[in-house]
């Protein structure tokens, strides 16, 4: 399996600062015949199913404020919120489905300092 | 717009076979890709695998041994069985969608929780 590390586990934010979290692929996940990376973000609030954010590693899903971004390829990933929102405290996940098993990220808390 | 929603018992014994339904509504299960995924209490996410509708499947091997994903077009529904569950299975299970096989989930359905407990 590919295992998908985050890091941090958590961090604290202040409104309207900027968030970074990465997130790391034991094994690439781009496929080299179409260039694209395999690798998605999603968003979680408590009792809420996960929403997706960005796919292909940096397309914004339709509706995504564009203070979220996606950048990165290969092996390495990071998700920004350029000025964090007190609606964007939630749980974060990368997971890539470059593999036939799919596997996330073990999940980064961002909350407002 | 389509909808899933998940449907099945919230408690199933030690030893015994945890069975849950997927409903897709609004559209056709006759295409996209059909997945099954849970989270435990406080953890992170883990997939449990898809079918098409044709009834082809995939699983994570961690899981393979003791799951079954079928679906039944007729009634625009897909189904999870795990068998001899046992307390670590505890957890808030959820279908989604793909579009493709090698695809993200864009719809997911609002999860329910099953606790394994005597």
């Known amino acids: 399996d590919i295992v998908m590390t985050q890091s941090p586990d958590s961090l604290a934010v202040s409104l309207g600062e900027r968030a970074t979290i990465n997130c790391k692929s034991s094994?690439?996940?781009?496929?080299?015949?179409?260039?694209?990376?395999?690798l998605a973000w999603y968003q979680q609030k408590p009792g809420q199913p996960p929403k997706v954010l960005i796919y292909?590693?940096?397309t914004r899903e339709s509706g995504v404020p564009d203070r979220f971004s996606g950048s990165g390829s290969g092996t390495d990933f990071t998700l920004t919120i350029s000025s964090l929102q007190a609606e964007d405290v939630a749980v974060y996940y990368c997971q890539q489905y470059y593999s036939n098993t799919r596997t996330f990220g073990q999940g980064t808390k961002v909350e407002v300092k | 717009q389509v909808q899933l929603q998940e449907s099945g018992p919230g408690l199933v014994k030690p030893s015994e076979t945890l069975s849950l339904t997927c409903t897709v509504s609004g559209g056709s299960i006759g295409i996209n890709y059909w997945s099954w995924l849970r989270q435990p209490p406080g953890k992170g996410l883990e997939w449990i695998g898809y079918?098409?509708?044709?009834?082809?499947?995939n699983y994570n091997p961690s899981l393979k041994s003791r799951v079954t994903i079928s679906v039944d077009t007729s009634k625009n529904q897909f189904s999870l069985n795990l068998n001899s569950v046992t307390a670590a299975d505890t957890a808030v299970y959820y279908c989604?969608?793909?579009?493709?096989?090698?695809?993200?989930?864009?719809?997911w359905g609002r999860g329910t929780l099953v606790s394994v407990s005597s």
């Open positions: 079918v098409y509708y044709t009834g082809s499947t």
């Open positions: 292909w590693a940096s």
């Open positions: 989604a969608r793909t579009f493709s096989a090698d695809w993200y989930f864009d719809l």
């Open positions: 094994q690439s996940v781009l496929y080299s015949s179409n260039n694209k990376n395999y």
